[in-house]
């Protein structure tokens, strides 16, 4: 089974911070990585897809990169409203997610 | 609205069974796979079970194998997870979705709540 590994696990930043979590798979899964935010008592929201690619209606303040076995969440500018856990999740052969990071002021 | 709506969770003792539904709508739903995803209380989420979109093939992690099984009906836009021989660390809330990781098609029900205890 793919194993994703996230760090940090948890992280403390300000309004206006640039924030990185980074997701690393144990074996190449291509560009199939998503990225999702969860508040609590919420379901996880998708933030991007396909390792790169932006959700509708998502803020343009949040991008993703990588390919193979590392992967990148970059926050831009945080907001108040960022302050969640965020998840990776692989497709490349079952579904395996992150750890999480979450994200606390 | 693109949606998905889970019920039939609960209490159970140990040993005991529950059905999971998960009823879809505003898309089209014998087209695309299925998951159920579970999350307990503090924790981040596992994937349990899978089915393609015809039903032909099924999923599902060791954990809860020989136990949960995952069926669907197209004809009423739904998926069911039937899970037996239930055990306290199947405690969780327990969400259907339409994972969208390679195409941004990502839906997630409200999630329904599973506690097994004596």
């Known amino acids: 089974a793919i194993q994703m590994t996230q760090f940090p696990s948890s992280l403390s930043a300000s309004v206006g911070d640039r924030v990185t979590i980074t997701c690393r798979a144990s074996?190449?899964?291509?560009?199939?990585l998503g990225w999702y935010q969860q508040k609590p008592g919420r379901a996880p929201k998708q933030l991007i897809y396909a390792a790169s690619n932006l959700q509708s209606g998502v803020p343009s303040r949040f991008s993703g990169s990588g390919s193979g076995t590392d992967f990148t969440l970059t926050i831009n500018t945080l907001q108040p409203e960022d302050f969640a856990t965020y998840y990776c999740l692989q497709d490349h052969s079952y579904l395996t997610f992150g750890g999480g990071t979450k994200v606390e002021s | 609205e693109v949606q998905l709506v889970e019920s039939g969770g609960g209490l159970v003792q140990p040993g005991g069974s529950l059905r999971l539904s998960c009823t879809a709508s505003?898309?089209?739903?014998?087209?695309?796979?299925m998951y159920w995803v579970r999350q307990t209380p503090g924790k981040g989420p596992e994937w349990i079970s899978a089915?393609?979109?015809?039903?032909?093939?099924?999923y599902y992690t060791d954990s809860v194998k020989g136990r949960f099984t995952i069926s669907r009906d197209n004809s009423k836009n739904t998926v069911f997870l039937q899970m037996n021989s239930l055990r306290a660390d199947d405690t969780a809330k327990y969400y259907c979705?339409?994972?969208?990781?390679?195409?941004?098609?990502?839906?997630w029900g409200q999630g329904t709540m599973v506690t097994v205890s004596s």
């Open positions: 074996q190449g899964i291509g560009i199939y």
């Open positions: 505003g898309f089209t739903f014998s087209s695309r796979v």
């Open positions: 089915i393609s979109n015809s039903g032909s093939d099924i």
């Open positions: 979705a339409k994972i969208g990781v390679r195409d941004g098609f990502d839906t």
